[in-house]
Nanobody, 116 residues
Framework: QVQLVESGGGLVQAGGSLRLSCAAS????????LAWYRQTPGKQRELVAQ???????TYTDSVKGRFTISRDNAKNTVYLQMSSLKPEDTAVYYC??????????WGQGTQVTVSS
């Protein structure tokens, strides 16, 4: 069983930075793809950034150049460094782990609020 626990959300002014962390239990971390999603009320969950098991990263266009996803396999942790934050980045951010056998696991979410 995989459990994901996010931390690092909060309230920040526009232009500021936050770093989200997601710690995973279990032994599947290093062989799994990892991603961060976000969701606002009334909208579908949106893929923000993802990293493959070998470290290839992709980003949604709206965060390119501002957000960086990284993983530390020794600590079973994935990070999302967010800079130059904008009010439209306000959302609940979710960590996702896709195991090698195709099952998705989700964290509980962490709120990020960017004030203008």
């Amino acid at each position: 069983q995989v459990q994901l626990v996010e931390s690092g959300g909060g309230l920040v002014q526009a232009g500021g930075s936050l770093r989200l962390s997601c710690a995973a239990s279990g032994s599947t971390f290093s062989s799994s793809a990892l991603a961060w999603y976000r969701q606002t009320p009334g909208k579908q969950r949106e893929l923000v950034a993802q990293t493959t098991r070998i470290g290839t990263t992709t980003y949604t266009d709206s965060v390119k150049g501002r957000f960086t996803i990284s993983r530390d396999n020794a600590k079973n942790t994935v990070y999302l460094q967010m800079s130059s934050l904008k009010p439209e980045d306000t959302a609940v951010y979710y960590c996702n782990l896709r195991a090698s056998w195709g099952v998705d696991y989700w964290g509980q979410g962490t709120q990020v609020t960017v004030s203008s």
